[in-house]
């Protein structure tokens, strides 16, 4: 019998700025709430942050400025974070 292949799926950088997810530990990670979803797959980044964080859009609108600050705040914010923990 044929062997299965697994298919393998990756952290994408744009999805940082876009769902404000982060890979931590080959996890996909939400910087707004901490949560990680199963499979790193666009699918499932997008339906956390279109479920959970329904108003970020209108908060901070897609590719402003200050959606880009806000994005850049929470990677450092989750990196001290990350740090402290050790």
């Not at 292949?5 to 530990?25: A, H, I, N």
């Not at 939400?30 to 108003?55: M, P, Q, Y």
């Amino acid at each position: 019998m044929a062997e299965k292949r697994k298919k393998k799926y990756c952290f994408q950088d744009v999805w940082e700025e876009e769902f404000f997810f982060t890979t931590v530990k080959e996890k996909c990670v939400c910087l707004i709430c901490g949560a990680t979803v199963a499979i790193a797959k666009r699918h499932n980044v997008e339906r956390h942050f279109d479920t959970c964080h329904k108003s970020y859009n209108a908060n901070y609108p897609p590719g402003s400025a200050l959606q880009a600050e806000k994005a850049y705040y929470s990677t450092l914010v989750d990196s001290m974070q990350c740090q402290t923990s050790h």
